[in-house]
T-cell receptor, first 111, second 115 residues
Framework: EDQVTQSPEALRLQEGESSSLNCSYTVSGLRGLFWYRQDPGKGPEFLFTLYSAGEEKEKERLKATLTKKESFLHITAPKPEDSATYLC????????????FGKGTLLTVNP | IAGITQAPTSQILAAGRRMTLRCTQD?????MYWYRQDLGLGLRLIHY???????GKGEVPDGYSVSRANTDDFPLTLASAVPSQTSVYFC??????????????FGEGSRLTVL
């Protein structure tokens, strides 16, 4: 059974204080790992796709990296508007398009 | 472009009643999904459809049914609602092809309370 564990459950940062969120996974034959952002009362919004160990993707203050066992979402000099829940999901591939999501990390950035 | 439209946005329902949550997409995506999100449990897949005319069971399918008569619509039905089905329900779609398989587009959610 595919498993995704995110840590920490919650993270509080001061504006400008860089940090990283972790997503560790157990899946047979990872075909893709995905990061999403979810604001309160909204549906998740797609951020990144990572396909292979060593791959990196960047978007503004966010950078996602992937190893064979985990992914990190690095947040550089965060701003209050980066406050959200960040979700990680994995896809084992094949003809089945089901994703397995982690429980998320609630990030709060204080001004 | 609307993307994913869910209805209703919120509903209070008596236990034992039948309820259908509606979901429509205008992106011509192949795959569609229904997730429920509960505090402490995260997003859990209820049912999915890889393409029109096909459906499959997710992680928590009991008490729910779906149909996919065409590409755009993917309704979720609770035949006889129970309080444990109180949750926020999200519909999503994805191109379901190659590199964009995991790029899900989510609706705004339907908050359901079963009393």
């Amino acid at each position: 059974e595919d498993q995704v564990t995110q840590s920490p459950e919650a993270l509080r940062l001061q504006e400008g204080e860089s940090s990283s969120l972790n997503c560790s996974y157990t899946v047979s034959g990872l075909r893709g790992l995905f990061w999403y952002r979810q604001d309160p009362g909204k549906g998740p919004e797609f951020l990144f796709t990572l396909y292979s160990a060593g791959e990196e993707k960047e978007k503004e203050r966010l950078k996602a990296t992937l190893t064979k066992k985990e992914s990190f979402l690095h947040i550089t000099a965060p701003k209050p508007e980066d406050s959200a829940t960040y979700l990680c999901a994995v896809w084992p591939g094949g003809s089945n398009y089901k994703l397995t999501f982690g429980k998320g990390t609630l990030l709060t950035v204080n001004p | 472009i609307a993307g994913i439209t869910q209805a209703p946005t919120s509903q209070i329902l008596a236990a034992g009643r039948r309820m259908t949550l509606r979901c429509t997409q205008d992106m011509r995506h192949n795959a569609m999904y229904w997730y429920r999100q509960d505090l402490g449990l995260g997003l859990r897949l209820i049912h999915y459809s890889n393409t029109a005319g096909t459906t499959g069971k997710g992680e928590v399918p009991d008490g729910y049914s779906v149909s996919r008569a065409n590409t755009d619509d993917f309704p979720l039905t609770l035949a006889s609602a129970v309080p444990s089905q109180t949750s926020v329900y999200f519909c999503a779609s994805s191109p379901g092809q190659g590199s964009r398989t995991g790029e899900l587009f989510f609706g705004e959610g339907s908050r359901l309370t079963v009393l």
